[in-house]
């Protein structure tokens, strides 16, 4: 849904997924499509669901295509059971019993999915497993504050080591969610991406035009799963969990080598990355602390400090690609956390290996242009979106230059922001404005917040609700206000001034006016108004 429509739910008029990049090429909600097709179909053969959409969808979830909640998918498409997360193990345990012959309605114990019985019936016995029981999908269509309280546990089940089941009804039936199970091993996520692949997409798509997003990733490596950043609008840790799986070095290496022996390769990798790109091999330094942990993020509201950060393996890794014969340079796509490396609680060892990343990486591995997400300028929609203040980003930024200059580079910080998340009001915005001027930033890597399944800004988009701690929380939700939150990431174009100056004369907002459009006919308009209000004043007390 996302690839189709817009922030603004407008249709989209490409496909980067698929050749030539034209649309129209799948449904909406395909997983529902494409069950409803395949039971018509085929109806006496299991349909089992996998992939991000029934990962995020496998509980009630608020729709923000059709602004409804919507049931657990298994209900929701008449499938048979779900997989989720990263499935390889699930799945190849679920194959294997298949083909022993046991039917899919048996296999209610299996980790790491889902399915549905009659709401009455006994949950399948397992000893090891703690029970939560969700409130119901009715329950959660008459009272937004339950959806919300249900959000709290499946976030905290998706990030702990070892998860609770958790079951909710839904109309006659009960949806079982198994436990995940622990993130793959070194070994194990080496097996499962040294498998032969062809690295080519299906051959049905041979000379039917080049697929934008496979053109993106073709000459990229990810080096690992999962991701501990716990950012309110993201889903990566409901679907690949916040425990860190890495590939070996070797793996890695080996895939560097391939690439770099392939026909079309030019000597450049575009990414040596993975859902954050600067988490590889990190884990908690004593695992029996991580064991009990619940908390959604490792790095936030401060960095946890029974994380290891050291960025020594990661740099290491860079330097061994960037020595293979046939690679030119090796570049950093994947966004960067920077708060880990600003960490002033680290110990010495570990900021001496931040010291060495951050130099490496801005000097071999950029090209021109550092993409770094501080997401907004306002501490209170920050820390709604669990993302560190603005004041580091402006140290990283000194940080960044200091390097530059001593390397003699004239490379460029490219800010990613969002606007209209949850807590994010237009006042917000227009400081955004105010503050990124001042830093000398034309912003053009800027969106909307869209509220995917799953993740704790669209519950708060919902229910306008913090599920933890049940406070209120401001929503920008119709067409209008999202606009004028908008407008404000293009002060500098000029069709906007005039809106804009308007706007925040009639709002009071001079002190943003004044650094946005310090000119002197603002300053002199500006300096009438206030004389005018001095005036006004003295003629009331009179
Ligand atoms: S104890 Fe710290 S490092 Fe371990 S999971 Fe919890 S927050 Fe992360």
Redesign the pocket.
Known sequence: MVNHYTAGKRLRSNDAYTPGGKSGFRPDYATVVYTDILKKLFPDIPVILGGIEASLRRFTHFDYWKNELKPNILSWSQADLLVYGMAEKPLRELVILLQKGIPPEKLNTLPQTAILQDKDSLLPKNKKWEDIELFSHEECLTDKTKFAQNFKHIEEESNRMHPARLHQVCGEKRIIVNPALPPLREKEVDYSFDLPYTRLPHPRYHNKGAIPAFDMIKHSVNLHRGC?GGCSFCTISAHQG?FISSRSEKSILQEVEQIANSEDFKGNISDLGGPSANMYKM??KDLS??ET?K?PS?IFPSV?K??NTSHQPLTEIYRKADNIPGIKRTYIGSGVRYDMLLNQEATEQEKKTHEEYLKELLTKHVSGRVKVAPEHTSDTVLKTMRKPSFSLFKKFTQKFQKINDEAGLNQQIIPYFISSHPACEERDMALLAAETKSMNFNLEQVQDFTPTPMTLATVMYYTGLNPYTREKVYVARNKEEKQNQRQFFFWYKPEMRQQLESKMKRLGWFDVLKILFPDNSTKKKNDDFKSRKRTGKRKKRL
Request: glycine fraction near 8%; charge should be positive; hydrophobic fraction near 25%.
């Open positions: 501990f916040k884990r908690g602390i991580c942990c908390r490792c946890c029974n994380l």
